[in-house]
């Protein structure tokens, strides 16, 4: 028999379920191929499991539009909401005996999913990735296969958000029909009937913006502004260090706020900290406002919006600021601004989300830099524009010395400090224009535009000043010339780093 807690769970599947076909699953692809591309797993899929199937919204790889319960690997333990990683399925005790492992139905032996756990904590389904070879996925790997989970989860519910602003439209405009009929006998009951469906309106049209924007940021702000009268509004979120600062704002211009708790009085800081809708109609006037934040806006009257993400944790305020008196907010605009806040909080989550992966899929996560993939674009570019411009461009390959020995008698964490110390300590010694990558292991790749090979020995001697901790480098250094590839003035680079490495180390070699 179905309990409650499955039954809800059911209802909340359905709730996220996507449309057939069009853009309602044209994004989990994106999703999938990021996995696929991320794993190196052949078969990848993004699915909801209700009380009978698994339902593949998008796939890479051989699969069947649905999959029974009864042979689901992923059904066996998604409610958890825990990340599952089986790095060979003859060995489990369940999966061994599952048809998609024992040959019945296919041969797979790696196995990882993540659950799609919604904000209300229930389990809608898994991202999962099979291999028909028996392998482990790095930390790496898992910890981007549960962020692209929770993309996939964000995803469906900016769907299911869309659907419930179109459900939002069209009571607006049955609300409006009721107030045309009823027009000639309660004229006064069909203003304000007209007046509230015009607003639910807005509000649809608002929060469907909001949650497709492509800069949900601005998006809010414009939302804000139009739906509320007013002249000016902004978005306030806090940095690394708890500073508030403006990340978005419309009606003003080259001003950019800086608030910070532990010193600054302001109403803005009140409402934030608060965690409460704040309204003041003469700000000038109010001891606790902020002189400069009053001057940059024109503020006569303002209210500020705490933006909470799920409902208890500030991420931001909005403000909205009227530069002519208002004695009391408009009707609605504090229930507009409340729903606002929370399509703010769930779209900021997800840009947030979007653009830490962003980040991480060309950046190393040892030491910050770019990674190879990240290379591979830059040099491209560089070679290109070298060839266009025909300025000089010189590409270096460094080689931490005898860096096995060091990990080997000082282990592996001191050497991971020293990858990270090096990067840093390299990159100091860089030019804004200039790149450092890592090449892997403990090689780097660095492209040094408007440079010949002359000076970018004097770049590369000045690195290998800095290695840190005692240690040194060699640095194979090779400039382009017209009509070579990347690839090809990177390997004259690698052969002048042999023949460092064979002369002794610790020197700078030119191809």
């Not at 609605?332 to 991480?360: F, I, M, P, Q």
């Amino acid at each position: 028999m179905r309990g409650p807690e499955e039954s809800a769970r059911l209802a909340a599947l359905e709730e996220h379920r996507p449309a057939a076909g069009g853009d309602d699953r044209a994004d989990l692809d994106a999703v999938v191929r990021l996995a696929a591309a991320l794993t190196g797993a052949p078969v990848v899929t993004v699915s909801l499991i209700d009380a009978a199937r698994q339902c593949h919204l998008s796939a890479v790889g051989p699969l069947s539009a649905e999959t029974a319960v009864e042979e689901s690997l992923c059904a066996v333990a998604f409610r958890s909401g825990d990340l599952v990683h089986v790095p060979d399925a003859r060995l489990h005790p369940v999966h061994r005996h599952n048809p998609h492992v024992d040959g019945r139905l296919a041969s797979m032996r790696l196995y990882a999913s993540a659950p799609l756990v919604t904000t209300d904590g229930h389990a809608l389904g898994t991202l999962c990735v099979f291999d028909t070879v028996a392998r482990a996925l790095d930390e790496r790997q898992l910890a981007g296969l549960r962020d692209l989970a929770e993309v996939a989860v964000s995803l469906l519910q900016r769907r299911r958000e869309a659907r419930r602003a179109e459900l939002l439209a069209v009571e607006a405009d049955e609300q409006r029909a009721l107030a045309q009929l009823v027009l000639d006998e309660v004229a006064d009951a069909h203003r304000q009937l007209a007046a509230h469906a015009a607003r639910v309106e807005a509000l649809a049209r608002a929060s469907a913006a909001v949650a497709t924007a492509d800069d949900p940021r601005t998006a809010i702000c414009e939302a804000v502004r139009d739906l509320c009268g007013a002249d000016v509004a902004y978005l306030a979120q806090p940095g690394p260090d708890g500073v508030l600062t403006t990340t978005a704002a419309v009606g003003m211009q080259g001003v950019h706020l800086r608030l910070d708790p532990r010193r600054d009085t302001s109403l803005v800081l009140d409402a934030y900290l608060g965690r409460e809708q704040l309204f003041e109609p003469d700000v000038p006037a109010h001891p606790r406002a902020s002189r400069a934040v009053v001057e940059a806006c024109g503020t006569a009257s303002a209210v500020w919006q705490p933006v909470l993400r799920r409902g208890c944790e500030p991420v931001g305020v909005l403000a909205v600021v009227w530069q002519r008196p208002v004695a009391e907010l408009p009707a609605g605009v504090s229930a507009t601004l409340a729903t606002l806040a929370g399509e703010a909080a769930h779209a900021l989550e997800r840009a947030e989300l979007l653009e830490r992966l962003e980040r991480a899929a060309e950046h190393d996560a040892l030491t910050g830099l770019p990674n190879r993939r990240r290379w591979d674009e830059v040099a491209a570019a560089e070679v290109a524009r070298a060839a266009r411009t025909g300025a000089p461009l010189t590409f270096a390959l460094i080689d931490l010395d005898r860096f096995k020995k060091f990990n080997d008698t000082r282990g592996h964490l001191a050497g991971d400090e020293l990858l990270r110390e090096f990067a840093a300590a390299a990159g100091a010694q860089l030019r804004e224009e200039d790149t450092l990558a890592r090449w892997g292991g403990e090689e780097f790749v660095l492209a040094l535009p408007g440079c010949d090979a002359a000076g970018a020995v004097a770049v590369a001697d000045r690195v290998r000043a800095v290695v840190p901790r005692g240690q040194s480098c060699t640095v194979g250094v090779a400039q382009w010339a017209p009509g070579r590839s990347p690839a090809e003035v990177l390997a004259a680079a690698d052969a002048a780093l042999y023949r460092g490495k064979q002369a002794g180390r610790d020197a700078t070699v030119t191809c």
